[in-house]
């Protein structure tokens, strides 16, 4: 299956990008990456969830070499969960912001419609990276660790496969008189639904709680 239903797209900033406060970005952020994490794609709908504002081109690196990139410019930031942010840190493989890889390491800016092509999911939810690319390895393995967060990443996968099937069934029983055989139907598919969502989502407080 494909990474991600939609690849991200940054709109033109709403707010001032030379101010060097970032951080005022993430509501347009989130709305841009539709929700999701830049890289990983994981769902920000849960409470126990945390998404912060990464810059692409680390802002470490930014302010050590003099890079003339503004701290907050907007082509810069991504919408990332914290593990994902966490782990990629101050990591970058290139002497300067561009190029930001050298085709065997470095990073893909997740509104590049190539970083689709780095990646695919299993049935279960599971991020790997494609045969054929020594880049999408690195970015799998060292760069984010998908590997290392297999299960956390399922979780959530399946968690928004769920929310998603169960929005939609909601939608359709109340279409249907209450107590006819197709509102019975649905209602029984909506009870086991509900049940395994509601056992993901007790192995995703558990994963926040660590």
């Not at 907007?74 to 930001?100: A, G, H």
């Not at 890889?101 to 494609?130: E, K, M, Q, W």
């Not at 029983?173 to 639904?193: C, F, P, Q, T, V």
Request: charged share 25%; aromatic share 14%; with cysteine.
């Amino acid at each position: 299956m494909p990474l991600r239903d939609i690849t991200p797209t940054r709109t033109a900033p709403i707010l001032n990008e030379t101010d060097g406060d970032w951080g005022k970005h993430k509501p347009q952020l989130k709305n841009d990456f539709n929700s999701h994490c830049g890289y990983c794609h994981s769902y920000d709908g849960y409470k126990h969830t945390y998404f912060e504002v990464d810059h692409f081109v680390p802002k470490s690196l930014i302010t050590k070499n003099n890079w003339q990139i503004p701290l907050a410019r907007y082509n810069n930031l991504v919408y990332s969960c914290k593990f994902c942010n966490n782990k990629k840190l101050s990591k970058w493989t290139t002497n300067s912001p561009d190029p930001s890889h050298n085709g065997t390491s470095g990073f893909v800016d997740p509104c590049d419609a190539d970083y689709d092509a780095l990646f695919y999911r299993t049935s279960d939810g599971a991020i790997r990276p494609v045969a054929n690319s020594a880049l999408a390895k690195w970015i799998y393995k060292e760069a984010f660790k998908f590997d290392e967060r297999e299960r956390s990443i399922i979780v959530l996968w399946n968690m928004n496969r769920l929310r998603q099937v169960i929005d939609a069934l909601i939608v359709e029983l109340n279409s249907h008189a209450n107590g006819s055989a197709d509102y019975n139907s649905i209602k029984s598919k909506l009870g086991e639904y509900t049940l395994e969502y509601y056992i993901f989502h007790k192995e995703l407080i558990e994963f926040y709680e660590q």
